[in-house]
DNA sequence: ATGAAAGCGCTAACAA
DNA sequence: TTGTTAGCGCTTTCAT
């Protein structure tokens, strides 16, 4: 019976000299044993595992980790500037966490999550200095450039999500961000739009890059093609909702969107629907991100897909090389436009 | 190479003693200072609180907690059932993390994320007796009810997410799932529709009282309403779009559609435009979660709301009156007829 | 107000 | 093959 095991939260949890007594032997050898060491004797290894078993005794992770120095915990954490009061609920982000979660697991390490109230004092230094996890996984730039610049000098299991940048000194991770805005531009170009508007906030690394492939595109246009023209948006449905609302209001025409995200897409169809535009044959919209929804919506989005679970696997894959002393390289991954009926060809 | 990274990675982290040797005082009094003991003299505190401040030093959280057998550390839990090999993708539970992770860090706890596969072992115990957290959250009860039970019978500290069951033991926090689908069928009665079928899987305890609230709403319903309809669909966008499109495509017919989560209600409103239905003219339809897309669908989804937000603020508040010591009720939250285009008044 | 010392539960030399 | 021993970095009596 595990009844006595199972112990109130303030009650005694066995430990392992319990087990060692038990089993008449020196906690040594429950360690040992335990650990699956081929030191120990096969016969009493299986008794010992037994009686754990039977006792619901699992080893201590936090007496394990201060020996060993070493946590098998991963962090992972997400500096949030302007939306600092706003909880993680970007489906993409959201996504990403999944996902690493997924791969972090797969490894035996547990997940350690924290939010980075920005620049609070040292977030990142004071989380490296702490030693809770074996190694920290960023999740987007946002306006930590510097922050991660610095911390790349001391630290090497550090692996970031998010644009590559020149001279840049972290191990990153991310979308082809220029790439697929060109590709998604072109599609509208070619299915013969001629004033496309890019809808969002380029201040962080990755979202600046959608921009710029944007206007790169544009800039190889046909004559006659209206010049880039940013609707300027929070990443919220709401904020962008608004931004699509007055601008039609204001007057001004487009016949196609293209928005930094796949969750202000949404909410702009949904403003052009409002405001008597159809979607697609008035205005065009793509999105970037291929969240979950987006080949759900209606019309479904045409957008530019950024593969999550592989973007989560690779970093954590470099995370764990770095934690073995590896020294990375950034990495780049390939992005699809998935043309749907938002955009159709 | 193996070594230079250790070294670069931790090696060089400062301890407590080194800063006492900094400070010229003993290792004690330097824990003390940083606990903000007013034993420490106001002058030498702030000296070594700068100390530390200056070498980056922060109190090494594993040998604290290993000393004080507390953590600072809440796990949260998702039993995953079928879908196992999925990682945690679907925006309210997503949703939900991102808000519990806001209240436990606004306490200065860490959140330990952990996915249980399934019933591989004995994932709740082992959570429990490894120590690893302070208090545990379990988002969702899938089919574990029983371990559930058996855990709250010795470990106090343990909130789930979920329904409320009869003769249930341990401290659930949920919201009113029989009321809101009953309010939203009773909206789509008001509205005039007769034949309303349920899209959705009714295995775990939550679902159930969909349906069962689904149900009862139909059996006050007026003479020549339709009986009640369970059209199957596991909870992913996919399996929902099928089984509707299936359901048409066999001649099925509807005025309105309820589903059991937003997600799946929002692959439905899809599955019915490309079969020639208009939403809501056609068919209505009602969600329930209100995640955050529901607003900015094309139309918007009319749907029951979950206040997620208080949600997970009531989890982690019982939890650490838990933690306390103190044996915490359950909860049923109030939930909230969202009336949008998809199924207006 | 500060120092000395014990020990949280575990692992890994080193001994035997 | 197993036991002995010495800490990992910290907090907290208990002395002073």
């Known amino acids: 019976m595990k009844q006595r095991a199972r112990e109130s939260s303030r009650g005694k949890a066995a430990k392992m000299t319990d087990i060692a007594r038990l089993a008449g032997v020196h906690v040594s050898t429950v360690s040992r044993a335990l650990a699956g060491s081929p030191l120990v004797e096969a016969g009493k290894r299986k008794r010992i595992e037994q009686l754990a078993l039977e006792h619901g005794y699992v080893v201590n992770p936090v007496a394990r980790s201060l020996r060993l120095k070493r946590t098998q915990m991963v962090s992972v954490m997400i500096p949030l500037q302007h939306e600092a009061g706003q909880p993680l609920t970007d489906p993409f982000f959201v996504a990403m966490l999944g996902h690493l979660a997924e791969a972090v697991t797969q490894r035996g390490y547990g997940l350690h999550l924290q939010k980075a109230v920005r620049p609070t004092h040292e977030w990142l230094g004071d989380a490296i200095a702490s030693g809770r996890s074996d190694g920290i996984v960023v999740i987007g730039q946002s306006t930590e450039h510097e922050t991660l610049q610095r911390a790349a000098d001391t630290y090497l299991p550090l692996v970031v999500w998010g644009a590559q940048l020149p001279g840049q000194k972290y191990c990153s991770v991310g979308s082809d961000n220029p790439g697929g805005a060109r590709a998604a531009v072109r599609h509208l170009l070619q299915s013969g739009r001629r004033r496309i508007v890019f809808?969002?906030?380029?201040?962080?690394?990755?979202?600046?890059?959608?921009?710029?492939?944007?206007?790169?595109?544009?800039?190889?246009?046909?004559?006659?093609?209206?010049?880039?023209?940013?609707?300027?948006?929070?990443?919220?449905?709401?904020?962008?909702?608004?931004?699509?609302?007055?601008?039609?209001?204001?007057?001004?025409?487009?016949?196609?969107?293209?928005?930094?995200?796949?969750?202000?897409?949404?909410?702009?169809?949904?403003?052009?629907?409002?405001?008597?535009?159809?979607?697609?044959?008035?205005?065009?919209?793509?999105?970037?991100?291929?969240?979950?929804?987006?080949?759900?919506?209606?019309?479904?989005?045409?957008?530019?897909?950024?593969?999550?679970?592989?973007?989560?696997?690779?970093?954590?894959?470099?995370?764990?090389?770095?934690?073995e002393g590896e020294e990375t390289e950034s990495v780049t991954l390939p992005v699809e436009l998935m043309i749907r009926e938002s955009a159709p060809g």
């Open 199 to 323: 809808l969002g906030d380029p201040t962080g690394p990755e979202l600046r890059q959608r921009y710029e492939g944007y206007e790169r595109a544009l800039e190889g246009a046909p004559r006659g093609t209206a010049p880039a023209r940013l609707v300027p948006a929070h990443l919220t449905p709401d904020a962008a909702y608004q931004a699509v609302r007055d601008c039609l209001q204001a007057g001004e025409s487009f016949d196609a969107l293209f928005a930094a995200t796949d969750v202000i897409a949404i909410s702009a169809m949904r403003a052009l629907v409002n405001e008597g535009r159809s979607v697609p044959q008035d205005v065009a919209v793509v999105g970037f991100d291929d969240i979950a929804i987006a080949a759900h919506t209606t019309p479904s989005l045409t957008t530019v897909r950024q593969d999550v679970e592989f973007g989560a696997r690779t970093l954590i894959d470099l995370l764990f090389r770095r934690i």
